[in-house]
């Protein structure tokens, strides 16, 4: 049998962690906490305010033309991660099939690959498919573009635009 005596502590012990709380959490407390800050501007000394955040604050947007033989590539800035949010592009050869976008993300090297629509007919120019990319570039680091084609010796004339935007990387 289980005597109220024994129950004392453990009592105790919950009656005292709730006046903790209640002290700790009171307006008062709080109160007195924000009263000890003190934030002063003047018209020398304003804050300043802005959408930091603003994608088309630190756009990006490049062109470029890699080959079957030879990717194409830019490098990001330091301190900036690379969001790339568009790649668009067309080539006018017969057996390309796909753009390949290579980076950097977390320090591991990836590849993303956009397809090319099927041409509607031979020797017409065919475009990348409408898809959607997130692909995040690490400060410092090379981008590269390239063609998959299953022809090597394919000469294929390819265009590919390249859209995003900056992410201070502090």
Do not use: H
């Not at 962690?17 to 009171?26: D, E, K, R, Y």
């Not at 090597?152 to 502090?170: L, T």
């Amino acid at each position: 049998m289980n005597r109220p005596q024994s129950y004392r502590p453990f009592l105790l012990g919950a009656l005292g962690a709730c006046l903790v709380l209640g002290f700790g959490l009171s307006r008062d407390v709080r109160g007195a906490a924000a009263a000890l800050v003190q934030v002063t501007n003047t018209a020398l000394n304003p804050v300043i305010t802005k959408a930091a955040d603003n994608p088309a604050r630190s756009a990006f947007a490049t062109r470029v033309f890699p080959t079957v033989r030879s990717a194409s590539s830019f490098v990001v800035p330091a301190g900036k991660y690379l969001v790339i949010n568009s790649v668009t592009g067309f080539n006018n050869g017969t057996t390309a099939y796909a753009i390949a976008v290579d980076t950097s993300s977390g320090g591991t090297y990836g590849e993303q690959q956009i397809p090319f629509a099927i041409a509607t007919r031979p020797g017409s120019w065919t475009y990348l498919q409408g898809v959607p990319v997130n692909i995040v570039a690490d400060p410092g680091t090379t981008v590269y573009i390239s063609v998959g084609d299953s022809d090597f010796n394919d000469s294929a004339g390819v265009n590919v635009d390249v859209r995003g935007y900056y992410v201070d990387a502090s």
